[in-house]
Nanobody, 125 residues
Framework: QVQLVESGGGLVQAGGSLRLSCAAS?????????VAWFRQAPGKAREFVAT????????YYADSVKGRFTISRDNAKNTVYLQMNSLEPEDTAVYYC?????????????????WGQGTQVTVSS
């Protein structure tokens, strides 16, 4: 059984940084075609943030985070990271890690087969 566990969320002031981690158990990350971060703010739909392929050499970002967030993976540690810099109050949301067996619809929630429980990120102004 695959489990994804996010960590690293918290409260930070605008302009600050956080690094989120997503650890997998039950299956190695290298066997997933894509691993992504999504986020969901109160009253809003879950939205794509960033994704990375199995080898780590291909990444995609939402326009809203491009240049501020960086996704990376360490397959040896079975962990994917999301480095978030220059945080803004609009980045406040629950952040979810997701893993996909295939590289299809990679910016949509239905493209992912496994999900973590999420970690709260709150950015104060």
């Amino acid at each position: 059984q695959v489990q994804l566990v996010e960590s690293g969320g918290g409260l930070v002031q605008a302009g600050g940084s956080l690094r989120l981690s997503c650890a997998a158990s039950g299956r190695t990350f290298s066997s997933f075609a894509m691993v992504a971060w999504f986020r969901q703010a109160p009253g809003k739909a879950r939205e794509f943030v960033a994704t990375i392929n199995w080898s780590g050499d291909t990444t995609y970002y939402a326009d809203s985070v491009k240049g501020r967030f960086t996704i990376s993976r360490d397959n040896a540690k079975n962990t994917v990271y999301l480095q978030m810099n220059s945080l803004e109050p609009e980045d406040t949301a629950v952040y979810y890690c997701a893993a996909a067996r295939r590289s299809e619809s990679i910016t949509n929630t239905w493209g992912y087969d496994y999900w973590g429980q999420g970690t709260q990120v709150t950015v104060s102004s």
